[in-house]
Nanobody, 126 residues
Framework: QVQLVESGGGLVQAGGSLRLSCLVS????????MGWFRQAPGQEREFVSA????????VYADSVKGRVTISRDNAKNTVSMQMNSLKPGDTAVYYCAADRTTRYYPTQNPGLYDYWGQGTQVSVSS
């Protein structure tokens, strides 16, 4: 069974940077895309970024475009997201997700992802 484990979260001051990583185990051949989502207390789960495993097509939320970069290293079975110029509004639990279905571009719909990690906390202070 596919398992996802996030790491790299923490406390950072506004304007700082963090790099989140997701380690995938249990099989990766059938995974079409990997995505990052976040959820703050009292808020809906929000799409952040996603990337296809083979074609490296990427999609970003407008709220983070220009500040984050998603990448993948298939040889190491990892997906990472570099986050720069962090704002207090970026504070949330960040989740890694995997989609098995073949799509031309990765989907922004969390309901279409098949596997999820447990999340890593990102806190940005002002």
């Amino acid at each position: 069974q596919v398992q996802l484990v996030e790491s790299g979260g923490g406390l950072v001051q506004a304007g700082g940077s963090l790099r989140l990583s997701c380690l995938v185990s249990g099989g990766t051949i059938d995974i079409n895309a990997m995505g990052w989502f976040r959820q703050a207390p009292g808020q809906e789960r929000e799409f952040v970024s996603a990337i296809t495993r083979s074609t490296i097509r990427t999609v970003y939320a407008d709220s983070v475009k220009g500040r984050v970069t998603i990448s993948r290293d298939n040889a190491k079975n990892t997906v990472s997201m570099q986050m720069n110029s962090l704002k207090p509004g970026d504070t949330a639990v960040y989740y890694c997700a995997a989609d098995r279905t073949t799509r031309y571009y990765p989907t922004q719909n969390p309901g279409l992802y098949d596997y999820w990690g447990q999340g890593t906390q990102v806190s940005v202070s002002s």
